[in-house]
């Protein structure tokens, strides 16, 4: 069966330093895979979409790449702040899907101070 | 550009009762999607609009779930009659498409608790 794995638990990085979440998925072909930010009481909202003939996508302090024989995304945030203090999903969209996205747990990350 | 609209926020109802939800997505987007969020869960796609067609609706429970998207904007989708198990955030989202655009913007979601 399909599945897309996350962290199930939360992430918990020093104010400054690199957090790196990790989305791995079985039995999936996706053609792009996205990732979004998710605030309590707050619908996702989106962060970068990485396709899968492209290894790597950059957007100011993030970036995400997409190793397609390991199936697995990584998702950096550099210089992370106690304001990315967030949930963040992974989706997986397949070929001819329609756009149809089917999304991971979901990782909790906190930043202190 | 305003964002995705839902209404209500909250609703606390018994089980066995009906419910509606109601969303405006953003202006001009032809595909609408309704999810379902279970508390620690990722959001579970229920069912999708292109434009008042129904594109997949394959995971939506179709003897008491039922959506309509009549004039290819706005959209609800009912529960008739509500489990405990439909506890859930339901969340709204809409894409455009154009120029290849695969951004799905998310309202704010209406949270239900089936008492």
């Known amino acids: 069966s399909q599945k897309i794995e996350q962290n199930s638990e939360a992430l918990n990085i020093q104010e400054g330093k690199t957090a790196t979440l990790t989305c791995n998925y079985t039995?999936?072909?996706?053609?792009?895979l996205q990732w979004y930010r998710q605030d309590p009481g707050r619908g996702p909202v989106f962060l970068l979409l990485i396709r899968e003939n492209e290894k790597e996508k950059r957007k100011e302090r993030l970036k995400v790449t997409f190793d397609t024989t390991l199936k697995q995304s990584l998702f950096h945030i550099t210089a992370s702040q106690p304001a990315d203090s967030a949930t963040y999903l992974c989706a997986l969209a397949l070929t001819g899907g329609g756009n149809k996205l089917t999304f991971g747990t979901g990782t909790q990350l906190k930043v202190e101070l | 550009e305003a964002g995705v609209a839902q209404s209500p926020r909250y609703k606390i109802i018994e089980k066995r009762q009906s419910v509606a939800f109601w969303c405006n997505p953003i202006s001009g987007h032809a595909t609408l999607y309704w999810y379902q969020q279970i508390l620690g869960q990722g959001p579970k796609l229920l069912i999708q609009f292109q434009n008042n067609g129904v594109v997949d609706d394959s995971q939506l429970p179709k003897d008491r779930f039922s959506a309509e998207r009549l004039k290819g904007v706005d959209s609800t989708l009912k529960i008739q009659p509500a489990k405990l198990e439909d506890s859930a955030v339901y969340l709204c989202?809409?894409?455009?498409?154009?120029?290849?655009?695969?951004?799905?913007?998310f309202g704010p979601g209406t949270r239900l608790l089936v008492l």
């Open positions: 039995n999936y072909s996706p053609a792009y």
């Open positions: 989202a809409s894409s455009s498409w154009k120029g290849g655009e695969r951004t799905q913007y």
